[in-house]
Structure formats: C-alpha cells, structure tokens
Nanobody, 124 residues
Framework: QVQLVESGGGSVQAGGSLRLSCAAS????????MGWFRQAQGQTREEVAR???????AYADSLEGRFTISKDNAKNTLYLQMNSLKPEDTAMYYC??????????????????WGQGTQVTVSS
C-alpha cells in the first residue's frame, strides 16, 4: 500500500493562494490514479480533483476553475494549487491514490490509500 504524506496547509485570507503537496512512498507514474478530497467540519468528504495515470484531470464543478491538480512523476509528488480561496474552502484536505485505475465513482469509499490530511483555513 502506497503511503501518502500531505503538506502545505495553513491559514490564509480570502482571495489568497496555497499549494498543497502530497509525497508518495513509491513510484507513481502510470501506476496510480491520484486525487484530493476535502472534509469541512460536520460535512462528508467530497472529491475536489483527480488526475489519471496519463495526466488527464477532472475537478468538482463547484470550484469554478480556481484549483489546479498536477503531479511531478520524478518526485513522486502530487500538488493542488488553490487560488482565489474562499471561506467555504476551509476544510481538512486529503491526498488519495488508487493503483492502476481511477475509481468510477467520486465517493470517498472508492479510494483505498489516504494521507493523514492537512488543514486549510480561509478567513474572510
């Protein structure tokens, strides 16, 4: 099972930016579909973005183009660039991975590997 470690969370004012990183314990290029989930207090986990083995990306409609998912295969690292942050983006953000094939569903239970999470807090 791949191990995932997130970093880069913190506190920022509305309109600001953050970049989250997720370091994987093994080679990810072509092997893993990867993504980001978030969970706000009292809410269920929701998928934010995913990136397929070939680099194709998909995002939650609610983000309105503010976030960008990417990966550096040489560093085995996944990123989430978050711009124009809003207070409603406040949540714990989790890195996820699934070997070989992206889950067909966007529910949390479809992903088997999870990081410990990194907190993002956006103040108004």
């Amino acid at each position: 099972q791949v191990q995932l470690v997130e970093s880069g969370g913190g506190s920022v004012q509305a309109g600001g930016s953050l970049r989250l990183s997720c370091a994987a314990s093994e080679y990810i290029w072509l092997r893993y579909c990867m993504g980001w989930f978030r969970q706000a207090q009292g809410q269920t986990r929701e998928e934010v973005a995913r990136i397929w083995n070939d680099g194709t990306t998909a995002y939650a409609d609610s983000l309105e183009g503010r976030f960008t998912i990417s990966k550096d295969n040489a560093k085995n690292t996944l990123y989430l660039q978050m711009n124009s942050l809003k207070p409603e983006d406040t949540a714990m953000y989790y890195c996820v991975a699934e070997r070989w094939v992206c889950p067909s569903l966007t529910v949390a239970s479809s992903w088997t590997a999870w990081g410990q999470g990194t907190q993002v807090t956006v103040s108004s």
